[in-house]
């Protein structure tokens, strides 16, 4: 069975444009894919510390060493690294924030990048251990910037995701969105005819 894992990033509880076209992309993938199971985490409604010593020390500390709380801590990291590498497909709803994802988004990644568990260090390099899925990133953007300078959220997660190993990346982009109703509409028509063909 084909299991689908959405992760919603925006920091809008409502409205977001980049969470309805990433329900939309989920609905489609579920359809072409006969009793898929689909698994929604919010990253707003459930987020998660920052990093920070307490968390970065439990990471780094061995098990054997760990404290209750350190314990804790890494368990919550285990399950979203598990929850991730149960997952066939992945879609991420990413606003584009300041030119970049949303910290929401980041502070996900920064609990399932862990050394010995989504990537490992050999002697050709850093080897990703996350394999085997197809991402799709439904990225909402209130200006023009694919393609430009100005995007440097596409390259980082292009990145990020390859260096855990995740490197079959799709993007479908709704650009233009606050540059009036027109280019609103036809930012949403062409994501939808992305979504329609996913």
């Known amino acids: ?15 977001a444009q980049s969470t309805l076209l990433a329900n939309e992309l989920t609905a489609k993938l579920q359809q072409s894919n006969a009793g898929a199971k689909v698994v929604v985490r919010d990253l707003l409604a459930n987020g998660l510390p920052h990093l920070d010593e307490s968390v970065l020390g439990a990471f780094f500390t061995p098990a054997e060493n760990r404290t209750a709380e350190q ?31 949303s910290s929401q988004l980041k502070t996900y990644f920064d609990w ?20 085997g899925k197809k991402v799709f990133v439904v ?12 995007d440097t959220q596409t390259p980082y997660l292009k990145t990020f995701l390859g ?12 650009e233009g969105l606050n540059m ?14 992305a979504i329609a063909a996913a």
């Open 180 to 193: 009036g109703p027109d280019s609103a509409s036809a930012a949403l028509a062409g994501a939808r005819e």
């Open 71 to 101: 314990a804790s801590i890494v368990a919550k990291s285990d399950a979203l690294v598990a929850e991730l590498q149960a997952a066939d497909i992945v879609v991420i709803g990413a606003p584009l924030y300041n030119f970049g994802i």
């Open 139 to 150: 990225s909402a953007r209130g200006g023009k910037y694919a393609g430009t300078p100005n």
């Open 163 to 174: 260096f855990l190993g995740m490197t079959d990346v799709n993007f479908i982009y709704a």
């Open 112 to 131: 399932i990048a862990r050394v010995g568990i989504t990537f490992r260090y050999t002697e050709n390099g850093p080897e990703g251990l996350v394999k």
């Open 1 to 15: 069975m084909t299991t689908i894992l959405q992760l919603n990033s925006s920091a809008r509880t409502q409205g």
